[in-house]
């Protein structure tokens, strides 16, 4: 059950078309600081120390893998997470700059990667926080920053492959008991990481990435977007969609 | 309804699982997929790509590598199904037979980053011409194999030879450290290409319809040639 929430304010206009800057073009340096702001935050950087170590972690999953099929799809999820790694690395480098090892993302749901440690958690990691990933990269599509457009799309697709694998693991553990009990239980760990992700429903710097036409959606909306589109799986698992104000939450 | 002629049997895909025509047939079948198994299919090779898909030079190498890797899952995964048909024994991904004298020395060739490069080079190289030669294959899952699996083959030797192009041209590991992964590869394919022929002598899968015959030098050569090639900055 969820209660419709609002937003806070109305959208500002954009002040730059879509596909606007290329990555070697001039640009207002308040503009190419939020671009590469909301490039960190894809975690996605592949050169940097902390998205290498997530990614390296992330092999030690495939272990978990409980049947062949489950163990050659995430190796392909791997695969598909290391050359998302490649490209945003890329566009980063494309606009001159060379990532610190500060360049990493604040997002807690995308720094839990780290922790998974049963399969259980891997399949609610892609179910939610992958198509959290694929909801913010479409939001793309129209960017002012082109580089962002094309990958946005690009990776979306693969979220959202992620996210079917997710589900399907998610019912493939719903069918015994124990299985069921273990998704119950840590549902609302990862459902709480991925609400958090869309960012605070009153935070400023939404409206300036909507301003410079970076994306097109406010936090809310797209928050919103999600919890309709994601109700129907939870009736396929069996599962009471829970309220998002009863699961854990950093920016309730 | 037609009835079934000779010609018929020995066409392409002509047999499936239930229909073998013999108990010779199946085990010839069983020999050439058990031969196949670790060329082909990458039996027993898991493991190391898990290890070492990070240990690449650079950010470009661990996304080539971590491709292969995904084929090489699909593949033992293929393989699994195909050898469970024939009634082949697979346990944890490896499966006995002509391979248990060579396998420590394929563990070693890939116990690191750039040996699974060399491995991609020259053990898939085998591989890639074991599948073609199923091309005409009367065994129908074998037949159906050999339509995409000369692609997926080819993929990963064309990503070790861009992997190792990488590593010449920018110089990212010491020469000496390459040309000695090269010999060991060099070596072992040899080695493995004369099991190959060894076992097709021995076995009748020539004769039965289910391969064509290997042409081991011409195979061992196209891939040293194409390894040269990689390496020819450094000569």
């Given at each position: 059950?969820t209660?419709?929430?609002?937003?806070?304010?109305?959208?500002?206009?954009?002040?730059?078309?879509?596909l606007?800057?290329?990555?070697?073009?001039?640009?207002?340096?308040?503009?190419?600081?939020?671009?590469?702001?909301?490039?960190?935050?894809?975690?996605?950087?592949?050169?940097?120390?902390?998205?290498?170590?997530?990614?390296?972690?992330?092999?030690?999953?495939?272990?978990?893998?409980?049947?062949?099929?489950?163990?050659?799809?995430?190796?392909?999820?791997?695969?598909?997470?290391?050359?998302?790694?490649?490209?945003?690395?890329?566009?980063?480098?494309?606009?001159?700059?060379?990532?610190?090892?500060?360049?990493?993302?604040?997002?807690?749901?995308?720094?839990?990667?780290?922790?998974?440690?049963?399969?259980?958690?891997?399949?609610?990691?892609?179910?939610?926080?992958?198509?959290?990933?694929?909801?913010?990269?479409l939001?793309?599509?129209?960017?002012?920053?082109?580089?962002?457009?094309?990958?946005?799309?690009?990776?979306?697709?693969?979220?959202?492959?992620?996210?079917?694998?997710?589900f399907?693991?998610?019912?493939?553990?719903?069918?015994?008991?124990?299985?069921?009990?273990?998704?119950?239980?840590?549902l609302?760990?990862?459902?709480?990481?991925?609400?958090?992700?869309?960012?605070?429903?009153?935070?400023?710097?939404?409206?300036?990435?909507?301003?410079?036409?970076?994306?097109?959606?406010?936090?809310?909306?797209?928050?919103?977007?999600?919890?309709?589109?994601?109700?129907?799986?939870?009736?396929?698992?069996?599962?009471?969609?829970?309220?998002?104000?009863?699961?854990?939450?950093?920016?309730? | 309804?037609?009835?079934?002629?000779?010609?018929?049997?020995?066409?392409?895909?002509?047999?499936?699982?239930?229909?073998?025509?013999?108990?010779?047939?199946?085990?010839?079948?069983?020999?050439?997929?058990?031969?196949?198994?670790?060329?082909?299919?990458?039996?027993?090779?898991?493991?190391?790509?898990?290890?070492?898909?990070?240990?690449?030079?650079?950010?470009?190498?661990?996304?080539?590598?971590?491709?292969?890797?995904a084929?090489?899952?699909?593949?033992?995964?293929?393989?699994?199904?195909l050898?469970?048909?024939?009634?082949?024994?697979?346990?944890?991904?490896?499966?006995?037979?002509?391979?248990?004298d060579?396998?420590?020395?394929?563990?070693?060739?890939?116990?690191?980053?750039?040996?699974?490069?060399?491995?991609?080079?020259?053990?898939?190289?085998?591989?890639?011409?074991?599948?073609?030669?199923?091309?005409?294959?009367?065994?129908?899952?074998?037949?159906?194999?050999?339509?995409?699996?000369?692609?997926?083959?080819?993929?990963?030797?064309?990503?070790?030879l861009?992997?190792?192009?990488?590593?010449?041209?920018?110089?990212?590991?010491?020469?000496?450290?390459?040309?000695?992964?090269?010999?060991?590869?060099?070596?072992?394919?040899?080695d493995?290409?004369?099991?190959?022929?060894?076992?097709?002598?021995?076995?009748?899968?020539?004769?039965?319809?289910?391969?064509?015959?290997?042409?081991?030098?011409?195979?061992?050569?196209?891939?040293?040639?194409?390894?040269?090639?990689?390496?020819?900055?450094?000569?």
């Amino acid at each position: 059950m969820t209660t419709l929430v609002t937003d806070v304010r109305e959208k500002p206009e954009r002040i730059y078309a879509p596909l606007q800057f290329e990555a070697r073009d001039e640009m207002p340096e308040e503009y190419r600081r939020m671009v590469l702001r909301l490039l960190r935050e894809t975690n996605e950087i592949g050169s940097v120390k902390v998205c290498y170590d997530q990614m390296r972690e992330m092999t030690k999953n495939v272990a978990l893998a409980p049947d062949p099929v489950s163990r050659v799809r995430i190796v392909e999820f791997f695969a598909d997470e290391m050359r998302h790694q490649k490209i945003f690395d890329g566009v980063v480098r494309a606009m001159g700059e060379v990532p610190g090892e500060d360049f990493v993302s604040s997002i807690d749901g995308l720094n839990a990667t780290s922790s998974v440690r049963e399969w259980v958690d891997l399949a609610l990691l892609n179910h939610f926080i992958d198509r959290v990933g694929a909801f913010q990269l479409l939001d793309y599509e129209l960017s002012s920053f082109a580089p962002l457009s094309r990958a946005g799309v690009a990776v979306a697709k693969d979220e959202f492959g992620h996210c079917a694998m997710g589900f399907q693991h998610l019912i493939e553990l719903c069918r015994t008991d124990e299985g069921r009990a273990a998704v119950e239980t840590r549902l609302p760990t990862w459902y709480g990481y991925a609400l958090d992700m869309f960012g605070t429903r009153s935070g400023t710097r939404q409206w300036k990435y909507i301003e410079f036409g970076l994306k097109t959606k406010s936090n809310e909306q797209l928050r919103q977007e999600y919890l309709v589109h994601i109700a129907p799986f939870f009736d396929r698992l069996g599962i009471e969609q829970p309220d998002p104000a009863s699961v854990p939450r950093k920016y309730a | 309804m037609a009835s079934t002629t000779r010609d018929d049997q020995d066409a392409a895909g002509a047999y499936e699982r239930e229909t073998t025509p013999s108990d010779a047939y199946r085990t010839a079948l069983t020999a050439l997929l058990t031969t196949q198994s670790v060329p082909v299919w990458n039996v027993g090779q898991r493991d190391m790509y898990g290890e070492h898909v990070m240990d690449g030079p650079s950010l470009d190498q661990w996304v080539r590598t971590a491709n292969v890797w995904a084929e090489l899952e699909r593949n033992v995964w293929q393989f699994t199904n195909l050898a469970t048909a024939a009634r082949i024994d697979m346990t944890d991904g490896h499966v006995d037979g002509p391979w248990s004298d060579l396998s420590g020395r394929i563990a070693d060739l890939q116990s690191s980053w750039l040996g699974l490069v060399f491995s991609m080079c020259y053990l898939d190289s085998i591989g890639h011409a074991m599948i073609r030669l199923c091309a005409q294959s009367n065994y129908g899952p074998l037949f159906r194999a050999s339509r995409p699996g000369p692609n997926a083959k080819w993929g990963m030797v064309t990503t070790g030879l861009l992997s190792l192009g990488e590593v010449v041209a920018l110089e990212q590991l010491p020469r000496a450290e390459v040309r000695d992964a090269q010999s060991q590869s060099q070596a072992l394919s040899a080695d493995m290409l004369r099991i190959v022929v060894a076992q097709e002598a021995s076995h009748r899968w020539v004769s039965e319809g289910i391969a064509a015959p290997i042409d081991a030098e011409a195979v061992l050569a196209a891939a040293e040639a194409r390894v040269a090639s990689r390496l020819e900055a450094w000569s």
